[in-house]
């Protein structure tokens, strides 16, 4: 399982957007952290809302228990792996049957095996971020994506 150890309170922090920065090649955008002071139940999930510490705007938020939690990782770290597996199953066989001579009109193979590889490969790059970054709380935005004016994210180190 991934390392980060789950307390009582999660490790995630909620995000407001202070600024948004747009450059000719890029956009930068600055975001103030705050705490996401909600206790983890025993059992199942507690959604609250949280009053955002920039706008006032309350936020709500799902908190999932320890053993939920945990179980999601798990969920993830399946996805991830099997997606994995499957781009590396359609991989080997695209360089099986792609040095094939295909006889005159008969179908070519690759292009069904190309798709299984990239959907293998797809699932295993969303179940092992997802993974890494599963924490038992759902909110505004995701960890992995911050598009709005609010956003899940990780403390910086």
Known sequence: MSKRELGP?????????????????HVVRRFALYPI???????????EALECGS?????????????ATRSRR?????????????????????????????????SNPVGPLALGFLAGFLSGIV???????????????SPLISIGAHALRWPPS
């Open 9 to 25: 309170y999660p490790g995630l922090r909620y995000a407001h957007m202070v600024s948004k920065d747009v450059h000719s090649s």
């Open 37 to 47: 002071d909600i206790e983890r139940p025993e059992k199942g999930r507690r959604v």
């Open 55 to 67: 706008c006032q705007k309350p936020l709500k938020f799902k908190v999932l228990s320890v053993a």
């Open 74 to 106: 798990r969920a993830w770290l399946v996805l991830g792996v099997a997606g994995v597996a499957v781009a590396l199953g359609f991989g080997v066989a695209i360089f099986e049957v792609g040095g094939r001579v295909v006889e005159e009109g008969a």
């Open 127 to 141: 179940g092992l971020s997802y993974w890494l970054y599963e924490d038992g709380v759902r909110g505004p935005g």
